[in-house]
């Protein structure tokens, strides 16, 4: 009997913590699919717990808040229905921090949104590899 699959995307996924952020986005490795770019930190070893994720929408690109919030929302939505991806994968993942930013000029539609996130997932668990000299020296 097939195991039960959760879509949920509860508080504890969400990266909030500024020292964390601040380490992601100094240390950490990126690639862009446009319209979007993630940016990873990998941990020590391979995990099927889930990483925790930052979500972002330029204000630069999207004057109104509304834009920037429904990007968002698209975004969440389109990680939360295939983070299956990385916490299902044979032998597990090594990505322990991420962050998913639209890039884009313009709203895209959730199709092509989610079509990148998913190649984009894909790509992180054949990229993001343990590195254990950067990930024991913190």
């Known amino acids: 009997m097939p195991v039960a699959r959760s879509y949920s995307f509860p508080k504890e996924e969400h990266l ?12 950490g490795s990126s690639f862009g699919l ?19 994720v930052l979500v972002s929408v330029s ?23 295939n983070k299956y991806r990385l916490t299902e994968a044979e032998g597990g993942h090594a990505v322990g921090l991420l962050a998913i930013i639209y890039t884009g000029k313009e709203k895209k539609p959730f199709t092509l949104v989610e079509k990148k996130l998913i190649s984009g997932l894909e790509r992180l668990l054949t990229d993001a590899t343990p590195q254990a000299g950067e990930a024991s020296a913190s």
Not at 16 to 27: D, T, V, W, Y
Not at 34 to 52: D, F, G, K, M, N
Not at 61 to 76: E, H, I, T
Request: aromatic residues 12%.
């Open 16 to 27: 909030c913590r500024k020292k964390l952020i601040e380490q992601l986005f100094g240390r």
């Open 59 to 81: 204000k630069r690109s999207f004057k109104r808040a509304v834009d920037r919030n429904y990007l968002k929302r698209l975004l969440r939505e389109a990680y939360r229905l």
């Open 34 to 52: 446009y319209p979007l770019r993630l940016i990873w930190l990998p941990v020590e070893a391979r995990t099927a717990a889930p990483p925790q």
